[in-house]
């Protein structure tokens, strides 16, 4: 503290005390969570687009656009209001997280965690060789990647698994008359988070009237994240992957692991580095 006392006297700067300290480490905490917060929701996408009407906001000004101008002062007037109702089921989430005795854990914790790995080769493989038998058997499957957005909203929908993913483990899952088998599995780094998720449907009307509830859920979710999601067809067995609204269909085990293998490469996939989280979970 003297050392850093000196540098402050050499510098000018104002007296920082050790309450200072606090302060500011608190703080840091704080907006470090509410960060995180904003990019594990949807809030990160409405931000986004609030923050998009903040600069054309601007450009009118500059350009001296009266009635665009006028126009936005009235939009952005009652922005924060619809931010609190659009936002409403998120608010309450975390007024009910600040009650739980989980709270504080989760705080100090700093995104830091040891129970996942990477997602590497090793899981594509078992992706793969599960995908393989699956197709032959004719059972239906759909298994969301995770990338840089989060999918704890997903999860709630779903029942926590989180093992290890192998190819045993996932045709456990998606095995006919299991209590897991109807819904999505969510992979996140080298582990299964959770299973019978739930997934938004696609609303394109364009999408092929051949295509199944899985294509659709799949492409659903693929046109509102970056996960990539892996389907097998119950009725034709036939695998494909959604991602960024778009369906690759008709994929050999081959172009499947080709496929996969350029997640493994990808920084914005989630995992680990070095044994530290990635926490980029940005919408």
């Given at each position: 503290?003297?050392?850093?006392?000196?540098?402050?006297?050499?510098?000018?700067?104002?007296?920082?005390?050790?309450?200072?300290?606090?302060?500011?480490?608190?703080?840091?905490?704080?907006?470090?969570?509410?960060?995180?917060?904003?990019?594990?929701?949807?809030?990160?996408?409405?931000?986004?687009g609030?923050?998009?009407?903040?600069?054309?906001?601007?450009?009118?000004?500059?350009f001296?656009?009266?009635?665009?101008?006028?126009?936005?002062n009235?939009?952005?007037?009652?922005?924060?209001?619809?931010?609190?109702?659009?936002?409403?089921?998120?608010?309450?989430?975390?007024?009910?997280?600040?009650?739980?005795?989980?709270?504080?854990?989760?705080?100090?914790?700093?995104?830091?965690?040891?129970?996942?790995?990477?997602?590497g080769?090793?899981?594509v493989?078992?992706?793969?060789?599960?995908?393989?038998?699956?197709?032959?058997?004719?059972?239906?499957?759909?298994?969301?990647?995770?990338?840089?957005?989060?999918?704890?909203?997903?999860?709630?929908t779903?029942?926590?698994?989180?093992?290890?993913?192998?190819?045993?483990?996932l045709?456990?899952i998606?095995?006919?008359?299991?209590?897991?088998?109807?819904?999505?599995?969510?992979?996140?780094?080298?582990?299964?988070?959770?299973?019978t998720?739930?997934?938004?449907?696609?609303?394109?009307?364009?999408?092929?009237?051949?295509?199944?509830?899985?294509?659709?859920?799949?492409?659903?979710?693929?046109?509102?994240?970056?996960?990539?999601?892996?389907?097998?067809?119950?009725?034709?067995?036939?695998?494909?992957?959604?991602?960024?609204g778009a369906?690759?269909d008709r994929?050999s085990?081959?172009?499947?692991?080709?496929?996969?293998?350029?997640?493994?490469?990808?920084?914005?996939?989630?995992?680990f580095?070095?044994?530290?989280?990635?926490?980029?979970?940005?919408?």
């Open positions: 503290m003297e050392f850093l006392q000196n540098i402050i006297n050499l510098l000018n700067l104002p007296h920082i005390g050790v309450r200072d300290v606090i302060e500011i480490i608190v703080i840091a905490i704080v907006f470090y969570q509410l960060i995180l917060w904003i990019q594990r929701t949807r809030a990160w996408r409405v931000l986004r609030f923050l998009v009407l903040l600069v054309i906001y601007v450009l009118v000004n500059l001296q656009l009266n009635t665009l101008t006028w126009l936005l009235k939009i952005l007037g009652w922005g924060f209001i619809a931010l609190v109702v659009i936002l409403q089921p998120e608010l309450r989430r975390i007024l009910e997280q600040l009650g739980s005795r989980g709270f504080f854990a989760g705080i100090f914790n700093l995104g830091f965690s040891h129970n996942e790995g990477e997602f080769a090793s899981v493989n078992e992706i793969v060789q599960a995908c393989e038998q699956m197709s032959a058997a004719r059972t239906g499957a759909l298994i969301v990647v995770e990338r840089a957005n989060s999918m704890s909203e997903i999860e709630r779903g029942i926590k698994v989180d093992a290890v993913v192998t190819s045993a483990l045709l456990n998606f095995e006919h008359n299991t209590p897991l088998h109807d819904g999505a599995v969510v992979v996140r780094g080298d582990r299964v988070a959770a299973a998720c739930y997934l938004p449907l696609s609303d394109n009307t364009e999408i092929s009237k051949n295509l199944g509830t899985r294509h659709r859920a799949g492409l659903g979710l693929s046109e509102v994240t970056d996960a990539w999601i892996v389907i097998v067809s119950e009725e034709t067995g036939r695998i494909s992957i959604a991602r960024e369906l690759t994929l085990s081959a172009e499947l692991r080709d496929e996969l293998m350029k997640l493994v490469k990808d920084p914005e996939t989630r995992g580095k070095w044994g530290i989280r990635r926490q980029k979970d940005a919408g």
